[in-house]
């Protein structure tokens, strides 16, 4: 059983375009998080949730938001794609301040 | 704010031979979480080890092993007997013990080749 699993795992798009990545976690974790891997592998946390409520807000332009529906799930919008928002993103789940496991990874490339 | 440092881009290693991975790091936090994480080609985020801070005992994993200096603010990683699957690129991370937020913050990271 996949414990943190993304979808796409691939996602092409031209720019422009709004689009969205789906996060689930059969963890039974309180906190789920989104990171961005840059194209020089560079990590950085853009969001986190605990309990559907949003805990950690990094400086993401306001074309991305996140939305947790329950605690198994937390997705990624993004509008308007811009080149620079090619990267793979890493959706992440933990208990709270614990070991966080993390999802296989959509690459996204904006043409 | 809480940095983690990782000064070797690239290191190499004989298959069978030992390796060790360098990360530093500095805080203010008495309390957290340093880790390390292997993503291999196929870019899963995979965990290695976990050492809690306040544990003087360094953690073990089979053939993984760290050498953490609280004082010195070093944590580093040895690879014993490397293996042809070991080659990956490996991130040290941070995190707050038991912090109302407890995001990773993630080193650069080094790209390990295993040689044959």
């Known amino acids: 059983d996949t414990a943190v699993s993304q979808t796409p795992k691939y996602l092409v798009t031209q720019m422009g375009n709004d689009k969205s990545i789906k996060c689930e976690q059969n963890l039974g974790h309180d906190t789920m998080y989104w990171y961005k891997q840059d194209s020089k592998k560079f990590l950085k946390i853009m969001f986190s949730y605990n309990n559907k409520e949003l805990i950690i807000n990094e400086t993401v332009p306001n074309r991305f938001s996140p939305k947790s529906p329950d605690k198994a799930h937390l997705n990624l919008h993004i509008n308007s794609l811009e080149l620079g928002d090619s990267a793979v993103y890493f959706c992440?789940?933990?208990?709270?301040?614990?070991?966080?496991?993390f999802g296989p990874g959509t690459r996204l490339l904006v043409l | 704010a809480q940095t983690v440092t990782q000064s070797q881009p690239e290191m190499s290693v004989q298959e069978a031979e030992t390796v060790t991975l360098s990360c530093t790091y500095d805080t203010s936090e008495s309390d957290y979480y340093l880790f390390w994480y292997k993503q291999p080609p196929s870019r899963q985020m995979i965990l290695v080890i976990r050492?809690?801070?306040?544990?003087?005992q360094n953690a073990t994993e089979n053939r993984f092993s760290v050498n953490f200096q609280k004082a010195a603010k070093s944590f580093s990683l040895k690879i014993s007997d490397s293996q042809l699957g070991d080659a990956a690129m490996y991130f040290c991370?941070?995190?707050?013990?038991?912090?109302?937020?407890?995001?990773?913050?993630f080193g650069k990271g080094t790209k390990l080749s295993v040689k044959p």
């Open positions: 050492q809690e801070a306040y544990k003087q």
């Open positions: 991370a941070y995190s707050e013990y038991g912090g109302s937020q407890g995001n990773l913050i």
């Open positions: 992440a789940s933990s208990p709270l301040g614990e070991t966080q496991y």
